[in-house]
T-cell receptor, first 112, second 117 residues
Framework: DAKTTQPPSMDCAEGRAANLPCNHS???????VYWYRQIHSQGPQYIIH?????ETNEMASLIITEDRKSSTLILPHATLRDTAVYYC?????????????WGLGTSLAVNP | GAGVSQSPRYKVAKRGQDVALRCDPISGHVSLFWYQQALGQGPEFLTY????????KSGLPSDRFFAERPEGSVSTLKIQRTQQEDSAVYLCASSLMRQGALLQPQHFGDGTRLSIL
């Protein structure tokens, strides 16, 4: 069972910021939040991950609330190529259980 | 640097036939995962290897599914006596992760789309 909740779909205008929310109210203290995306007919692509601090890389920013029960993935200047399904996943930071448990994700449509 | 490579990209088989799907992970990646993705769904975990050892096969749906990674690099997922419900995209991922170590991202291939007629 996926431990995250995401809206099924979102729209965003090209050039604007896309803010994708994720609820993970049952997250435990040693679980990371990971984001992947999947462009049509391709395999999933890693975007970013975090534990409790906000994170930024060349692809996106990840904002995690102080209570860690929710997070937001921010694509600062969305392009048409960012149209994809975005998955938010929580997973233990260490230990033997390495499998990713995926929900249905958010289908983001970036419109011209 | 080559990414994860999967072959064939598409496979059509008749019900009852056996199929073999190949995964070439990123060189040096210790961990290898197989996932199954039905249309419109997120991927579902099938099995996990650390080097040649299969550490978790809890996601394999039946004993018709078998995976191996004999030399700790290339992996093959075999499905015997295929059925229509086996139709899906089969994704392979590899990672630098080692047992007990902190997480590393999984890097995915583009999958094999399997259609059973």
């Amino acid at each position: 069972d996926a431990k995250t909740t995401q809206p099924p779909s979102m729209d965003c205008a090209e050039g604007r910021a896309a803010n994708l929310p994720c609820n993970h109210s049952t997250i435990s203290g040693n679980e990371y939040v990971y984001w992947y995306r999947q462009i049509h007919s391709q395999g999933p692509q890693y975007i970013i991950h975090g534990l409790k601090n906000n994170e930024t890389n060349e692809m996106a920013s990840l904002i995690i609330t102080e209570d860690r029960k929710s997070s937001t993935l921010i694509l600062p200047h969305a392009t048409l190529r960012d149209t994809a399904v975005y998955y938010c996943i929580v997973i233990l930071a260490a230990g033997n259980n390495r499998k990713l448990i995926w929900g249905l994700g958010t289908s983001l449509a970036v419109n011209p | 640097g080559a990414g994860v490579s999967q072959s064939p990209r598409y496979k059509v088989a008749k019900r009852g036939q056996d199929v073999a799907l190949r995964c070439d992970p990123i060189s040096g990646h210790v961990s290898l995962f197989w996932y199954q993705q039905a249309l419109g769904q997120g991927p579902e975990f099938l099995t996990y290897f650390q080097n040649e050892a299969q550490l978790d096969k809890s996601g394999l749906p039946s004993d018709r599914f078998f995976a191996e990674r004999p030399e700790g690099s290339v992996s093959t997922l075999k499905i015997q006596r295929t059925q229509q419900e086996d139709s899906a995209v089969y994704l392979c991922a590899s990672s630098l992760m080692r047992q007990g170590a902190l997480l590393q991202p999984q890097h995915f291939g583009d999958g094999t789309r399997l259609s059973i007629l």
